[in-house]
């Protein structure tokens, strides 16, 4: 490693300096004597299903089938939205909340909350009660599933992957961040504080790439969680079973002959398949959405198992460019280009470039921008003039992927691949490259988060701060820590 490299920070633990407590239980355990585990170890056993999915059931026996297992929610509510299960045979759409004793879900009063009446499944580690269901605000009884006797691995050393010993994101105590805290912080201290918090947080995305590295391939599990985030918010989901039902693999990138533009059709062919968005036929099309939707079916695939219908994808609420089809269009011209290299090594090479020079502001805005046109830049295509099949054309090109998005792409994806990558290996040049590339990206339109963090918590002068991508993501650790995170 070179004298002076600059690694991602992983101080922040130190910075909060408010220990975690665990709460004490509001009632007398009727299950398996107490155990200090946290919640997030349950969540992400959860997320990255590190569980035998061929025993699952409910705690009074009925079988389970996840099909999605929901994304993870960042705001106010049930821990993963939008999951998909079959219970006893009949399928299920709605939220799964995650506690480690099923004594919290009365605990933390979700009895009396109508936020999580859409919950479909209560999963815990361990059942504390004697009731194998819980109660809802007006839902009735919600179904439980205990995640202790169906693990993939004994829970230590699944904790250790999740938590303590991940490479990524060694733990020291767990931050209890508290508004004293924050108040105490000013001017470059707060600064200090927020670039450790903008490096936890994608210390914390690492350590989750490096767990799903251990049982699937690298390319695969970096496709899966692009395809995520074309999805946005209000769509992660069907565009994570999209990625499930149509592996990078089965795509056969690499190996395809034509140019960009028909790899591209020929994927979204596929994806709209799957995603149950073909096209229909019809006479009131103009010619070119008539040749456009033909050419759809003709390269397109036979549904599989898991495939989804129009009712899956959301769409009211959306902006008219960010419509499920049109995202799924700006996901194959991103693929299309990946002929030549697969989807993450083109990332990887450009941060190698940078790993064989001084680190320096304009060198990593070089490379910020040429992947934002990797991300973004493809021949003029259907979509380029249409925001959904069949809509009036727009008079002047529209691109796919804006500029907002390919570096959310670049921050929640790329970077936290990247350092999995350079944790593995030991590869200390290309972590102080990245992280060269990463504290150089600029600050981002606030978003809900962001917005509710500068104003309810911070005070302006610490909001002032908040002046590189990297402090933003700071803002949403903070969030995480303060406004969502319980003790449970």
């Known amino acids: 490693m070179t004298h002076g490299a600059v690694m991602f920070e992983e101080n922040y633990t130190t910075l909060c300096t408010q220990p975690f ?21 349950v969540a992400h056993i959860w997320a990255d299903q590190l569980i035998e999915t061929g025993r699952l059931a409910t705690a009074c026996g009925k079988p389970v089938t996840v099909i999605a297992p929901g994304w993870e929610n960042l705001a106010e509510g049930p821990d993963f939205r939008h999951a998909i299960l079959e219970i006893d045979g009949t399928r299920v759409k709605g939220d799964v909340e995650i506690h480690t004793y099923a004594s919290h879900w009365y605990q933390h009063k979700h009895d009396s909350n109508p936020v999580y009446d859409r919950v479909i499944l209560h999963v815990v580690m361990w059942n504390n009660r004697t009731s194998t269901s819980v109660r809802g605000y007006s839902a009735g009884a919600i179904p439980m599933m205990v995640l202790s006797d169906v693990l993939i691995r004994p829970l230590q050393e699944l904790e250790k992957d999740t938590v303590a010993g991940s490479t990524a ?24 504080f927020l670039d450790a918090a903008g490096d936890w947080r994608i210390l914390d995305k690492a350590r989750r790439f490096l767990v799903a590295f251990k049982r699937d391939d690298v390319q695969e599990v970096f496709y899966r969680m692009l395809m995520e985030a074309f999805g946005y918010v209000r769509n992660r989901a069907p ?17 395809g002959s034509g140019s960009i533009a028909e790899t591209r059709e020929r994927l979204l062919g596929q994806f709209a398949a799957v995603a149950g968005l073909l096209p229909e036929l019809s006479g009131r099309h103009d010619g070119e959405t008539a040749a456009f939707a033909q050419r759809l079916r003709e390269t397109s695939v036979e549904p599989a198992r898991g495939a989804l219908s129009r009712s899956d994808w959301t769409r009211k609420g959306v902006r ?25 090594d083109f990332f990887v090479e450009a941060v190698n470039v940078l790993s064989d020079r001084t680190p320096d502001k304009k060198r990593a805005g070089k490379v910020r921008e040429a ?8 021949p003029d295509h259907y979509f380029h003039y249409h925001y959904t099949i069949g809509a009036k054309r727009l008079a002047s090109r529209r691109e796919l992927v804006g500029k907002q998005l390919a570096i959310t792409i670049i921050v929640n994806v790329v970077v936290p691949a990247i350092l999995a990558i350079s944790k593995k290996t030991g590869n200390g040049l290309q972590e102080t490259a990245l992280h060269n590339l990463y504290r150089h990206i600029p600050k981002q339109a606030d978003d809900n988060i962001t917005k509710f963090v500068k104003t309810r918590i911070l005070d302006p002068e610490q909001a002032r701060l908040v002046n590189t ?16 995170r319980d003790s449970s």
């Not at 155990?35 to 170890?41: C, G, S």
């Not at 992947?371 to 493809?378: L, V």
């Not at 700071?474 to 995480?480: E, T, V």
């Open 21 to 41: 407590v665990a709460r004490e239980t509001a009632e007398p355990f009727s299950g398996p004597t107490p155990q200090k585990l946290r919640e997030k170890v």
């Open 169 to 192: 994101s060694p733990r020291q105590e767990d931050p209890r961040l508290t508004p004293e805290r924050l108040q105490q912080l000013t001017g470059s201290d707060f600064g200090k």
């Open 239 to 255: 565009f994570s079973r999209v990625a499930y039902a149509l592996p990078l693999q089965s795509l056969a990138i690499q190996n």
């Open 320 to 344: 008219p460019a960010n419509q499920p089809i049109r995202r799924l269009a700006a996901a194959a011209n991103f693929l299309a280009k990946c002929r030549a290299k697969k989807p993450l």
């Open 371 to 378: 992947m934002i046109e990797h991300i973004a830049d493809g």
């Open 469 to 484: 991508a990297r402090r933003q993501q700071a803002l949403y650790q903070i969030y995480n820590d303060l406004v969502l």
